[in-house]
């Protein structure tokens, strides 16, 4: 791959799966943070191809979707199945994620409101309700089992993802 860069608002959002990803597979990249006042401006948000982003730059590769990233990593980084049936099914897993994630957004911005992605999401389920994995232990297993791969565990606690808000709305 070309050098990586992704282009986001200062959140985990749908940039942290991404990120995770990267970071697990000891994989370095450049964080292009987008503030509120540069995106106001308009100027960026005309150059991304659905006005929105995570926007991810692999070299002179631009992409946008953050699951059309996350599979464009997961081929490049060998973590996409080893045939057309096993990443038909990590389509599938995927595309549930997906769903919750959806409805985490709904829960958080409009009504309170894959492995890495998955992770993110269950992560951020504790921060809301601490216990909430207390009666799944193979849940629970899998948060810790992945929290503890050595470059994950790092990223996970390094200073600049403890400083980065989870939603940006004050609302966890
Ligand atoms: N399907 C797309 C994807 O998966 C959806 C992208 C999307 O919803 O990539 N992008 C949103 C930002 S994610 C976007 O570009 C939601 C988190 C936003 C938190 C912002 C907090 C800022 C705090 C300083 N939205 C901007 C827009 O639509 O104009």
């Known amino acids: ?96 994620v997906e769903d919750l994630r959806v409805k985490y957004g709904r829960l958080i911005y409009q009504n309170y409101e894959s492995d890495y992605n998955l992770l993110d999401l269950l992560l951020i389920h504790l921060v809301l309700a601490p216990n909430c994995l207390a009666s799944l232990p193979l849940l629970a297993g899998y948060v810790q089992r992945l929290s503890a791969r050595p470059l994950l565990k790092d990223f996970l606690e390094s200073d600049a993802r403890k400083k980065r808000l989870i939603n940006g709305n004050g609302k966890q």
Request: charged share 25%; with cysteine.
């Open 1 to 96: 791959p070309g050098e990586y860069t992704l282009t986001y608002f200062p959140v985990r959002g749908r940039g942290e799966a991404i990120r995770m990803l990267l970071a697990d597979q000891g994989q370095a990249w450049t964080e292009d943070v987008v503030n509120g006042e540069i995106w106001q401006k308009g100027d960026l948000k005309k150059l991304c191809v659905f006005g929105q982003l995570p926007r991810f730059q692999d070299g002179n590769f631009i992409l946008h979707q953050s699951n059309a990233i996350l599979r464009h990593l997961a081929r490049n980084h060998g973590l996409y199945g080893q045939d057309a049936k096993e990443a038909a099914l990590l389509d599938m897993v995927n595309d549930g």
